[in-house]
Structures are given as structure tokens and as C-alpha cells.
């Protein structure tokens, strides 16, 4: 029996938000930082720390290891929080703006999955902290999220799995993504101009030199 494959948590909110930029990432180790990203790596610097602190009714576990052996994932949850009360709540933190329904919601939802696994409980409820606006934004854990949470991880292990780039989607998500030069979504996008450009690039020297 072959193990599966291992989806990274961080991969669902790549692939959610375009599934080619995961596909550079998993397949390529493609990678490229813009200002956001790397306010991002700052803000994930500070929460990354492993370690653990306790406050009134509250224990906060920092960069806590997590897996789920079912649905073949892992990651690091930035912060767990481990209430009195048997709650357990965790807490994504992102640099920019918090857009609910999006992509950080699918990996604040795989990190729960995990965490229920862990702690054999449930959970109905994680946060996004967004570094825009300095504060926490509550994330339902619903049936309509876990889902996604599967179908999603289901794409990616197709990913990782294949050797084809999934296609660019060429809108308006190019224009904020970091690895918009290594996509090149426009030129992709229109197959025949991209043939063109290969067949232009790459004639036999006798015939480029048949130009000069």
C-alpha cells in the first residue's frame, strides 16, 4: 500500500486563490516576494516562534505542529489557543486586508480539522488576525467550509500527483499576485500567441539566420 501524499495546509489557501500559483510553488519551488508578501513573512517571523504562553483562563500554544491522517495534511498552526473551558481555538495571522469567504478561511479550516483530530473535540470557530487592520475576524468552522476544505485538498494531491501547471486564470488576481513575471498569466493565457512566441524563440539557427 503506497502512502498518500501530504498536502501542506498553506498549499489550500495557494491553490483557493489560484491554482497555478500553487502548482509553481508545489511543482517548481517557484517564488517570488513583493511588499505584501514579505510584510507577511515578518508578521509570520514574530507568531512562528514555537512556544507557549498563559494568560487568565487561556493557555496559547505558538507554532503548533498539526497533521491529519485521513485527509493526508499537515502544516504549523501560528497559534492555538487552549481555553478553561475545553475550547479550542485557532488563530491564522495574515499581514493584509481580512476578505471573508476567501482563501485564509480554507486554511483556518484545514487547521481546525486537524486540531479536532488532535485534541478529539470540535470545533465551531477559528480567527483571522489581519495585520491591515490590527484585529481578529471570526471564521464559522460550518459543514459548507469543511467541504471545501476536502475538495480542495483533493485538487492539490491532483497537483502534486500530475505534471501539468494547472492553467492561468489571466484577471484581476494577477495584478496583486507576486509571481505574476515567473506566470506570465497574459501571454499564457492566449494559446496562440504563446505558440508564436515559442516558434519565434526557438527556430533552427539556419532559419533565424535567414532574417539578417
Given at each position: 500500500?503506497?502512502?498518500?501524499?501530504?498536502?501542506?495546509?498553506?498549499?489550500?489557501?495557494?491553490?483557493?486563490?489560484?491554482?497555478?500559483?500553487?502548482?509553481?510553488?508545489?511543482?517548481?519551488?517557484?517564488?517570488?516576494?513583493?511588499?505584501?508578501?514579505?510584510?507577511?513573512?515578518?508578521?509570520?517571523q514574530r507568531v512562528h516562534e514555537p512556544g507557549e504562553e498563559t494568560r487568565p483562563g487561556v493557555?496559547?500554544?505558538?507554532?503548533?505542529?498539526?497533521?491529519?491522517?485521513?485527509?493526508?495534511?499537515?502544516?504549523?498552526?501560528?497559534?492555538?489557543?487552549?481555553?478553561?473551558?475545553?475550547?479550542?481555538?485557532?488563530?491564522?495571522?495574515?499581514?493584509?486586508?481580512?476578505?471573508?469567504?476567501?482563501?485564509?478561511?480554507?486554511?483556518?479550516?484545514?487547521?481546525?480539522?486537524?486540531?479536532?483530530?488532535?485534541?478529539?473535540?470540535r470545533i465551531a470557530q477559528g480567527y483571522i488576525y489581519s495585520g491591515a487592520d490590527r484585529r481578529?475576524?471570526?471564521?464559522?468552522?460550518?459543514?459548507?467550509?469543511?467541504?471545501?476544505?476536502?475538495?480542495?485538498?483533493?485538487?492539490?494531491?491532483?497537483?502534486?500527483?500530475?505534471?501539468?501547471?494547472?492553467?492561468?486564470?489571466?484577471?484581476?488576481?494577477?495584478?496583486?499576485?507576486?509571481?505574476?513575471?515567473?506566470?506570465?498569466?497574459?501571454?499564457?493565457?492566449?494559446?496562440?500567441?504563446?505558440?508564436?512566441?515559442?516558434?519565434?524563440?526557438?527556430?533552427?539557427?539556419?532559419?533565424?539566420?535567414?532574417?539578417?
Amino acid at each position: 500500500m503506497t502512502e498518500e501524499i501530504q498536502v501542506p495546509l498553506s498549499a489550500l489557501e495557494h491553490y483557493d486563490y489560484c491554482p497555478r500559483q500553487a502548482g509553481l510553488i508545489l511543482l517548481e519551488s517557484s517564488y517570488a516576494d513583493d511588499a505584501s508578501t514579505v510584510r507577511g513573512n515578518l508578521l509570520h517571523q514574530r507568531v512562528h516562534e514555537p512556544g507557549e504562553e498563559t494568560r487568565p483562563g487561556v493557555r496559547v500554544l505558538r507554532a503548533l505542529p498539526v497533521w491529519h491522517d485521513e485527509l493526508g495534511l499537515n502544516g504549523v498552526c501560528d497559534a492555538v489557543e487552549l481555553h478553561d473551558d475545553g475550547n479550542v481555538v485557532p488563530i491564522e495571522y495574515k499581514a493584509g486586508s481580512y476578505v471573508k469567504g476567501g482563501p485564509a478561511d480554507v486554511q483556518l479550516a484545514a487547521q481546525a480539522i486537524c486540531l479536532e483530530a488532535r485534541f478529539a473535540t470540535r470545533i465551531a470557530q477559528g480567527y483571522i488576525y489581519s495585520g491591515a487592520d490590527r484585529r481578529r475576524h471570526a471564521v464559522p468552522v460550518d459543514d459548507i467550509l469543511r467541504r471545501r476544505v476536502v475538495a480542495i485538498s483533493e485538487e492539490v494531491r491532483a497537483v502534486l500527483t500530475g505534471t501539468v501547471l494547472p492553467g492561468p486564470v489571466a484577471d484581476a488576481r494577477c495584478r496583486r499576485c507576486s509571481m505574476n513575471e515567473l506566470c506570465m498569466p497574459k501571454l499564457l493565457a492566449n494559446q496562440k500567441r504563446y505558440a508564436n512566441e515559442l516558434a519565434r524563440r526557438f527556430r533552427p539557427a539556419a532559419e533565424s539566420s535567414g532574417d539578417d
